[in-house]
């Protein structure tokens, strides 16, 4: 136990009233957890769980009552906690509580116990600090597994034998990795050995659960050390499977090919770096997944990968189901991307074309600043001359874009004449005739031809309604 107090963390306006009821009550009240060692480590916190020897039901209601009759409790019987939000804040009460696992469920046996019980069965030191709230130990920090010192020394490790606490919930594995690429904390080595040695065991937990704490990672500063030490504990092959396949480099012919897995990692943590975009770092995870199915040597060219985007794109929707993954717009944004990442490459290397910039355009709508953020990271090389002339070239493909851009107004284009209108003009029903028209024209402003406004697209139609034998309705 810590003598030094810690009264000065405490300076949400509920503590104060947490301290009154639970006085009255005549418990003892601390908060505990994640939130302390955020205060710790100055990190922004708004969960706040509160721990009572007691009933937590009862201490959350009596705190409700000092704040205002109408304040609304959530309260979850089954579980003994309740909840209720105030000042920004969504403050947590519970019982301490004593738990034990069946091995074979994530369903724990609970029954009553002390502060000690309840910091026992916490994750990791660094989570299972308190803070006394109430009485004469108020702000007494109490610190019973070294929590203190494994956040100067930037350790995770389990309060009790790992064996035990991962085997009591195997999510936690996860959660290790994701505390450490979030806080930049390393992994205990019999901690680490004990991850490794269940890693199989998360086979119990829900995918859902899973990913959202990958997806923690992901939105680390630096999610290639979450990944890697995934890989490393044989814990991402569990829910990642095709991540493996991208290892290792082939050779024939004394040519090889990049490394896809470290090169994906790089180009994640180049995402990572300017933006926050969860969606976007799922696109660059998974931007070169179809690589090893696509791998064929070709004596002229080399390594090709022929159509990776296009199986890549597939592959992303293969994988979010099988993750339990939204399978929504954000899965069709992720394809889009995978789908589109060639593009602007292919743009550099030929002579940028007005037209091909167009098309892209069009093809990309309002992603294209992402999609453009996403090739850029792509490019990774260990000759920085290469890649100081690829980030130059992009350059000017996003100079051509803007240009284009407050030309045409091709983003989120919408055909300057309707479909209906084509019907209208000609005395059409839905027919093959209104599609060709619409693609004619569509294609006429993609190469340049027409612009892209009304005037020119009705012309346009008129020609290629005659041409297709149609007579006008409409005069
Ligand atoms: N906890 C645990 N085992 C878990 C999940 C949570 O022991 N599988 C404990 C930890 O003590 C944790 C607390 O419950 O600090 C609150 O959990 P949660 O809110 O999920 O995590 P935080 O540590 O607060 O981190 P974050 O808010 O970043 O998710």
Known sequence: MTMENFTHLLQHPVYQLIETAADKLGVSAYVVGGVVRDYILHRPSTDIDVVVVGSGVELAQAVAREISPNLHVNVFKNFGTAQFFYHGADVEFVGARKESYNPDSRKPVVENG????????????????????????????????????????????????PDITFSDDPLRMMRAMRFASQLGFHIDPETFRAIKDNAHRLEIISKERIVEEFNKILLSPKPSVGIQLLDEAGLLVQFLPQFDKLKG?????????????????????????????????????LHDIAKPATKKYDEEHGWMFHGHEYVGSKMAGAI???????VNEKLKYVQKLILLHLRPIALVEDTITDSAVRRLLFDAGDDIDDLMLLCEADVTSKNPEKIKRCLANFAKVREKLAEIEEKDRLRNWQPPVSGDLIMQTFGLHPSEEVGIIKTAIREAILDGVIDNNFEAAFELMLKEGEKLGLKRNDL
């Open 114 to 161: 002390t502060l000690e019980d309840d910091q026992n069965r916490r994750d990791f030191t660094i989570n299972t600090l308190a803070i006394a709230l109430n009485g004469s130990e108020k702000g007494t920090l109490i610190d019973s597994f070294g929590g203190i010192q494994d956040i100067q020394d930037k350790r995770i490790r389990t309060p009790l034998d």
């Open 320 to 326: 979010f189901r099988s993750l339990k993954m939204p």
């Open 249 to 285: 480099v082939e050779v024939i012919n004394k040519r090889g090919h990049k490394d896809n897995y470290l090169h994906t990692l790089e180009v994640v943590d180049k995402i990572a770096m300017v933006s926050s975009n969860l969606w976007l770092l799922w696109a660059a995870l």
